[in-house]
Structure formats: C-alpha cells, structure tokens
C-alpha cells in the first residue's frame, strides 16, 4: 500500500468529488459517501477517526454521536456495495477500502467504466449451474427421465460448473474483502 503526502490526497479528494456523477453505476452520489472514501485513501482508519476526520468533531463535542451515527450508517451503506470492508476477528478492526474500491476509484480520472461487484461474465456459470441442478431435481423426481450415461454426464457437467462458480464466488469475495 502506497502512502500519500497531503496534496496527493487533497488533489485526490477534489478529483472524487469531481467524479462522482462517475460513481453513480455503484449508487455514491452523497458527498458523505465521498467524504469516507477520501478519509479511507489515507489508509485504514475507525468509525470514530472518520467521524473526527469528516467533522473535526471528539468524542466529547456535542453533536458527536449524531455524526458518528451518520458515518456509520453511511460506512455499511458503502460495506453492503462491497467498497468499504473490515477484518471480521480482532479487537482492532478499523475500515478499509476494497481491491473493488481502489480500481474504481482509480478509473474516476478515465473513461472506462467501473467494474460491478459481479462481472456479468460470472453469470454464465452460476446459471449453468442452476439449470443443471434443476434438471437433476427434476429427474430426481421422476418428472425428466435421462438415460444412464445422461445422469453421468450430467452430474459431470455439474460438477465441473459448481467447480467454476465457486471459484468465481472467491474471486468475487477477495476483490470486496
């Protein structure tokens, strides 16, 4: 991981802010949002030191808790997208952005197109393995009658199609954890 001075994350910031019309395919349009993954480029941080980055807020200020209801409220909003993630064991667990994030937010600047949390690639796997469990459901109950060899190539075929999609699950997993 790279650290940056504070005009590469100044400069930065301005241009995720100036990118944000950019992020609409992963639903940011909040400056808030922006605000969380411009204090997470700096580098991993707690829910209580983006709070006090964002607002300049302590902990004792008055008005606190409200922003740190906020941020959090936002932070899993920005977790359930798959850009925001923290380690799941451990008394520290401070935020962090995902391998997804850190290319999205790299191709603010450019004119490609941000990558989805699922490539539609991925689809074809996963469908095929659903059609061919549900033709195996179906011939289990007697409905779709398969030849012997058409069992076993089926469960073959599924096989190798659950082999696939499950790698593709842990491609996908790794790039948002």
């Not at 209580?48 to 980055?53: L, S």
């Not at 520290?92 to 949390?117: C, D, K, M, S, W």
């Amino acid at each position: 991981m790279f650290r940056a001075d504070s005009d590469n994350i100044d400069d930065l910031k301005q241009k995720v802010v100036d990118g944000v019309s950019k992020l609409r395919g992963l639903d940011i349009g909040d400056l808030l949002a922006v605000e969380i993954l411009g204090q997470l480029v700096q580098g991993k941080k707690s829910l209580t030191e983006i709070t006090e980055g964002i607002y300049g807020l302590g902990r004792s200020d008055d008005g606190f808790k409200s922003c740190y209801t906020r941020v959090g409220r936002e932070i899993r909003r920005l977790e359930s997208k798959g850009l925001v993630s923290r380690k799941l064991f451990g008394n520290e667990r401070p935020y962090r952005l995902t391998q997804l994030a850190i290319i999205n937010l790299a191709r603010i600047g450019g004119e490609e197109q941000q990558l989805p949390v699922i490539p539609r690639i991925d689809l074809v796997p996963y469908l095929g393995t659903l059609g061919i469990s549900v033709i195996g459901a179906l011939h289990a109950r007697g409905i779709v009658q398969l030849p012997e060899t058409g069992t076993l190539g089926l469960l073959l075929i599924f096989g190798i199609f659950i082999g696939i999609s499950l790698t593709e699950v842990l491609r996908t997993l790794r790039r948002v954890f």
